[in-house]
């Protein structure tokens, strides 16, 4: 309640008791909207035992957790390690002194962030992953995901070494240290602790555009869904499997952020750069 | 680049679905992410945590789910999406707009809507408290401070996160060519199988033209937001 207060006076008994009405109103909204869909659901057998049965029978969650849950945690980690390079690279080129360098690095940075993922996957595979079965389409996943997270990076990087205090730079230099030392022993350093819970939150991206691997039948969760709802015997069960494949990707998203608050809690304090800001077009 | 020219046609016909559906969904989200936002600052508690729930799911859900789900999921609850069939015949050929086109539209606004609503908040949260008590000392019942106060200038403050939000608007749109829609990526998708050689043409090809359409957006919503910025 308090952190509305900027909207509302604290309600009086008129008020209260009006809320209490649209209370009221809300939850049967709610609760008749979700009943609904439950006897739609019900109607339409999609609470049959078949269709559900594959994510109560032990081989089948064994197939979602390895073959899915863990190949689609492959992809994302191999992806953002990869975009972080790709950004440290690019972010620093963007602050080089040499003006070619500077603009190179603003030309491939703008160009990645602007092209769909899915455009880049589908280049990837056909030019090179096409002949390499689950491995290609593994890497062009990850590659495509590289070039469009590490474009996003490469922003944060700059705004996170931007965000280094201007004296902590005068100050190395005035110790005799070189361009070089400064920005790998002063700026980055402390530019990558403002960071860490930018990059934590780009990883819940990352780890849900792994799901386009559906476009080059890359392996991971969408895949495996794919194989399920495609299966005869599971009796068309399209809707129990985007919902337990849902339900799986949000946990792990979940866990990510929370990981993420803590670590901004633990490690980094208040400061913080506008993610919004720099990583313009996250999805 | 003749393999892009002699198929211009069809891209052509493919950025139109595109533009369509950034387009209605964009509008779609907008109106929608804008009733969360409501919901997730006003008084009645339920509404504020049904809104914290909606926005959490659907943000950590990917839109490919979410697609698969109206596209082939909701058909086989008889929530078909034939209710609108709208063919324009031109001279480089169909625009259709079908029950894929539809399904897909819907499922974009309502993901969006998530991230539209969050950019939404964060423009509320930008209204100095002093604006509110100034609405409410002058006797502006909730709706009224909403509507004449705040809602007014928390959209300008929204300009910039909710263009980030329609840029990837636009990028996610390839996403309903991969379960139908006959846009962008999907014109792609097929010229790429049908002129082997010239794969990495005509991805440059349509890659510029989303580096432009992005561009564009962005120029026009850096625009707005320095004309609207508040004083």
Same mark, same amino acid.
């Given at each position: 309640m308090s952190n509305n207060s900027v909207l509302f006076d604290t309600p009086g008994p008129k008020a209260a008791a009006r809320h209490r009405i649209y209370t009221v109103l809300a939850v049967v909204v709610l609760l008749g909207l979700l009943a609904v869909a439950v006897m739609r659901l019900a109607d339409n057998n999609q609470f049959e035992g078949r269709k559900w049965e594959p994510f109560v029978s032990p081989v089948y969650i064994e197939r979602f957790l390895v073959d899915g849950v863990l190949e689609t945690l492959k992809m994302a980690v191999a992806a953002i390690i990869l975009a972080v390079i790709f950004g440290a690279l690019f972010g620093i080129g963007k602050l080089s002194e040499h003006r070619p360098l500077r603009w190179f690095s603003w030309l491939v940075v703008e160009f990645w962030r602007a092209v769909p993922v899915l455009l880049a996957m589908v280049l990837v595979f056909y030019v090179w992953?096409?002949?390499?079965g689950d491995t290609g389409a593994f890497w062009s996943v990850v590659v495509a995901l590289m070039l469009y997270n590490g474009a996003v990076l490469a922003e944060v990087f700059r705004a996170g070494i931007n965000a280094v205090p201007k004296g902590q730079v005068e100050a190395a230099y005035a110790l005799g240290m070189r361009k070089t030392a400064v920005m790998m022993q002063i700026q980055l350093p402390q530019a990558v602790k403002i960071m860490l819970p930018a990059l934590i939150s780009q990883m819940v991206v990352a780890l849900k555009d792994t799901s386009l691997g559906y476009a080059v039948a890359a392996p991971g969760l969408t895949n495996v869904a794919k194989l399920t709802y495609n299966s005869p015997s599971n009796g068309q069960n399209i809707i129990p499997t985007v919902l337990v494949t849902a339900g799986l990707y949000i946990v792990m998203n979940l866990i990510l952020t929370w990981i993420a608050t803590w670590v901004q809690k633990k490690f980094v304090g208040e400061k913080r750069i506008d993610v919004a800001a720099a990583a313009a077009g996250q999805d | 680049m003749d393999v892009v020219w002699e198929n211009r046609e069809a891209i052509l016909i493919g950025f139109t679905h595109t533009v369509l559906l950034f387009l209605i969904a964009g509008i779609g989200s907008l109106l929608l992410g804008t009733v969360i936002a409501a919901m997730r600052v006003g008084p009645i508690g339920v509404l504020r945590v049904a809104a914290v729930i909606y926005v959490s799911l659907v943000r950590n859900t990917p839109l490919l789910m979410v697609l698969l789900l109206f596209r082939y999921g909701l058909p086989k609850l008889?929530?078909? *999406?034939? *209710?609108v069939d709208i063919v324009v015949p031109t001279t480089a050929g169909d625009i259709r707009l079908n029950n894929i086109f539809t399904a897909c539209v819907i499922g974009l606004s309502i993901y969006t809507a998530a991230f539209v609503a969050e950019a939404i908040r964060s423009g509320i949260n930008a209204v100095p408290l002093g604006q509110a008590e100034a609405a409410r000392a002058i006797g502006l019942p909730f709706g009224g401070v909403m509507r004449e106060v705040i809602l007014p200038q928390a959209f300008r403050a929204t300009v910039p996160p909710l263009a980030s939000v329609q840029i990837a608007l636009i990028k996610n749109t390839t996403v309903a060519g991969a379960v139908g829609v006959v846009e962008a990526f999907n014109v792609m998708r097929s010229m790429t199988n049908n002129y082997a050689g010239s794969r990495i043409e005509i991805f440059i090809a349509f890659a510029l033209i989303f580096v432009v359409l992005v561009e564009v957006y962005s120029f026009a919503a850096h625009r707005l937001e320095r004309r609207w910025r508040i004083a």
């Open positions: 992953g096409i002949d390499r | 008889n929530i078909k *999406f034939d *209710f």
